[in-house]
């Protein structure tokens, strides 16, 4: 018999970290929660880190999920910028795993293809393929709506993952 498994999906960034939490039991996908947790950017690096951190580990406390699954890291012409992401989506991957959970990572082009069927596409069809998914889906804005995509795609994927670390581990 299975039993409903709650995934939060995270959309990593330093000024706005997308989260979004899902249950899914066999095929159907329900609707939960969803947000963003922001840092100041008037502040310095390491406590901009800190309010994410904070802000992430009490979504986890609240919701309590089984699993999670955050967007990986795309390179861009910035390095900089893609350092700093980088370090916002270190603590995306830490939260959760400070918390006990598993942790899975897909590339932007993944929960595309998962959610409205091409690996490129634009952010209205991922907010309308949400409310087709979940009609009761609410999300504020791109993060959140982001972090909900890579939360189904977790759950689209999610056995074949288990099965992958079952082999490597």
Same mark, same amino acid.
């Given at each position: 018999m299975s039993s409903t498994i709650r995934i939060i999906g995270i959309d990593p960034g330093l000024r706005r970290t997308g989260w979004g939490i899902i *249950?899914?039991?066999?095929?159907?996908?329900?609707? /939960?929660?969803?947000? %963003?947790?922001?840092?100041d950017g008037d502040m310095d690096l390491a406590s901009r880190l800190c309010q994410l951190h904070d802000g992430l580990a009490e979504v986890v406390h609240s919701y309590q999920p089984h699993e999670a699954? /955050? *967007?990986?890291?795309?390179?861009? @012409?910035?390095? /900089?910028? %893609?350092? @700093?992401?980088?370090?916002?989506r270190g603590i995306a991957m830490l939260v959760p795993a400070r918390a006990g959970l598993p942790v899975s990572e897909y590339a932007p082009n993944a929960v595309k293809k998962t959610v409205i069927g091409v690996g490129h596409g634009e952010k209205q069809q991922?907010?309308?393929?949400?409310?087709?998914?979940?009609? @009761?889906?609410?999300f504020k804005g791109n993060d959140a709506a982001d972090a909900l995509a890579i939360a189904i795609c977790h759950a689209h994927h999610r056995g074949g993952n288990r099965m992958r670390q079952a082999i490597a581990g």
């Open positions: *249950e899914t039991l066999g095929n159907s996908l329900r609707f /939960v929660a969803s947000g %963003t947790v922001t840092s699954a /955050v *967007e990986q890291t795309f390179v861009n @012409k910035d390095a /900089v910028a %893609t350092l @700093k992401l980088g370090q916002a991922i907010h309308m393929m949400l409310k087709i998914l979940m009609p @009761k889906a609410e």
